[in-house]
């Protein structure tokens, strides 16, 4: 049971070290946050509700997976190599996919929604 528990501690430490040092990631989850309320208000389907927390766990987790790689290149640095960059810009662009991809399907989730809050 101890080793659950510290096993879970690393864990919490990982996501708040992310959460402490990359402002994208904070402005993720604050973009969630938003989500997740603008769900509640407007009593979304239960199955769009799902789809939304995949979403945005998606983009969170690719954030982390980002935040990694920029890491591990880092300290390769004294040994700069050209894919270096290469490699740090292609994890930014996966990120940037999914995060457009997730915005799509939110608009598209929640377009009805506001369509018929505003009465149209």
């Not at 989500?35 to 799902?50: D, P, R, T, Y």
Request: proline residues 2%; hydrophobic residues 60%.
């Amino acid at each position: 049971m101890k080793k659950l528990i510290r096993s879970f501690q690393y864990a919490f430490a990982g996501v708040s070290y992310v959460a402490k040092h990359e402002r994208s990631f904070r402005v993720q989850v604050l973009i969630s946050i938003i989500v997740l309320v603008l769900a509640c208000l407007f009593q979304i389907a239960l199955w769009q509700v799902f789809v939304l927390i995949f979403l945005i766990s998606f983009v969170l987790v690719l954030e982390i997976i980002n935040s990694i790689f920029e890491r591990i290149v880092d300290v390769l640095k004294p040994r700069i190599h050209p894919y270096a960059e290469a490699i740090k810009n292609m994890m930014a662009g996966t990120v940037l996919i999914a995060s457009i991809t997730s915005a799509i399907i939110g608009f598209f989730i929640f377009i009805p929604y506001f369509l018929g809050y505003i009465g149209c």
